[in-house]
């Protein structure tokens, strides 16, 4: 069996706001692997948390970590 974790992001323009662009994202883990992937996101999100401050239950959004990347050079 397979799990699938799916998210959005953008405004796909069914309002005043659309944004340029709308992103849609799958991933799928096989049940079987779920224990080892989850550990491995917890892992991420701690490095994440030591390395950039990002505590592990922000969300993350891919504006704020390009900003960040372009503050950091």
Known sequence: MLLAYVD???DPGMRKGATRTYTLVCVLVDADQWPRAFEE???FRRELRNEFKIR???EIKANYLMNLE???R
């Open 56 to 58: 592990p239950g922000d």
């Open 70 to 72: 372009r503050s950091l």
């Open 41 to 43: 996101f917890l892992k």
């Open 8 to 10: 959005e992001s953008g």
